[in-house]
């Protein structure tokens, strides 16, 4: 079982940067994918940016693209994603989640929501103009 917890959220203004963390309980080894996804009211939970754990490749929406940057810390557990150049609609609550995949894995992680097992309760990001 794995247990996920977010922190570093806050309320901003435009402009400026923060640095979301999620620490891992339970036995994170090599081969999971892992991603930080974002859900607004009135919208679906969208996925930000994904990394896996073994070779870190990442990916990133459109979105965010140039902006945000996902990276791992093994040696702690971490899952952190630093977001310059906030805008009002980044304004979203931030989830981290995660996945074991087969040691065959290959590529980019998905964004879908569903892929995901493991869920964190979220830290709220408010960009204001």
């Known amino acids: 079982q794995v247990q996920l917890v977010e922190s570093g959220g806050g309320s901003v203004q435009a402009g400026v940067s923060l640095r979301l963390s999620c620490g891992a309980s339970g036995y994170i080894d090599s081969g999971y994918c892992m991603g930080w996804f974002r859900q607004s009211p009135g919208k679906e939970r969208e996925g930000v940016a994904t990394i896996y754990t073994v070779g870190g490749t990442t990916y990133y929406a459109e979105s965010v693209k140039g902006r945000f940057t996902i990276s791992q810390d093994n040696a702690k557990n971490t899952l952190s994603l630093i977001m310059n150049g906030l805008k009002p609609e980044d304004t979203a609550m931030y989830s981290c989640?995660?996945?074991?995949?087969?040691?065959?894995?290959?590529?980019?992680?998905?964004?879908?929501?569903?892929?995901?097992?493991?869920w964190g309760q979220g830290t709220q990001v408010t960009v204001s103009s």
């Open positions: 989640a995660a996945v074991q995949v087969p040691a065959t894995w290959r590529g980019h992680c998905p964004t879908g929501v569903g892929f995901y097992a493991y």
